[in-house]
């Protein structure tokens, strides 16, 4: 079975400076999708970025880059320049060619100290 | 940017009444799902839902939970007899064929 594992549950940075959110993932499948999710206080699910297994190169979207190392199964998510809007809870989620769901890990919930 | 919708926002209704959650998905997307999210616990999945029928169901989507899609636009998500664990967010998300899931602002349940 999929797992997604978002081993921290709490992370806080300083206003303008870089945080990495980790994520690992386990699954037997070559082909598949990795995202991030950002839930504010709204409980609106907001997609931030994501990555097709078969590219080799690491998505970007503005100031949210990912580390995708598919060998380690791993997945983090660097914010550059934080900012108090990057408040919120993120999500790591899994799909793959072919599977209907997305699979969720458990969330780290992201603080922005001013 | 398209949008998939929710109505309602909230709804609060009573132990053991009958509740339709509806969405408005993305018009050209086939795929179609419902997650909910109990207060501060992960997005679990419930069902998806291509080609007028069910693809996949979880374990949580016993009798008591049915989809419908009653025309070219709602996909409507019911829960027969409400129970107080039925307390959540309810998303509805659809995704087109390049794997690009939309998901609607969320429905909140509240059981009473």
């Known amino acids: 079975a999929q797992t997604v594992t978002q081993s921290q549950p709490e992370m806080s940075v300083q206003e303008a400076e870089t945080v990495t959110l980790s994520c690992t993932y386990d699954t037997s499948e070559s082909d598949y999708y990795l995202f991030w999710y950002k839930q504010p206080p709204s409980r609106q699910m907001i997609l931030v970025i994501r990555?097709?297994?078969?590219?080799?190169q690491n998505a970007t979207e503005n100031r949210f880059s990912v580390n995708f190392q598919k060998a380690a199964k791993s997945f983090s998510l660097k914010i550059s320049d934080s900012q108090l809007g990057d408040a919120a809870m993120y999500f790591c989620a899994y799909s793959y060619f072919g599977n209907e769901k997305l699979t969720f890990g458990t969330g780290t919930r992201l603080t922005i100290i001013p | 940017e398209p949008e998939v919708t929710q109505t309602p926002s909230h709804q609060v209704t009573q132990m053991g009444q009958e509740v339709i959650l509806r969405c408005v998905p993305i018009s050209n997307h086939l795929y179609f799902y419902w997650y909910r999210q109990i207060l501060g616990q992960k997005v679990e999945f419930l069902v998806s839902?291509?080609?007028?029928?069910?693809?996949?169901k979880s374990e949580i989507f016993d009798d008591q939970f049915s989809v419908e899609r009653p025309d070219g636009s709602n996909f409507t998500l019911k829960i027969r007899s409400t129970k107080l664990e039925d307390s959540a967010m309810y998303f509805c998300?659809?995704?087109?064929?390049?794997?690009?899931?939309?998901f609607g602002s969320g429905t909140r349940l509240t059981v009473v």
């Open positions: 839902f291509y080609n007028n029928e069910i693809s996949e």
């Open positions: 998300a659809s995704r087109d064929s390049n794997y690009g899931y939309t």
């Open positions: 990555q097709e297994a078969y590219k080799q």
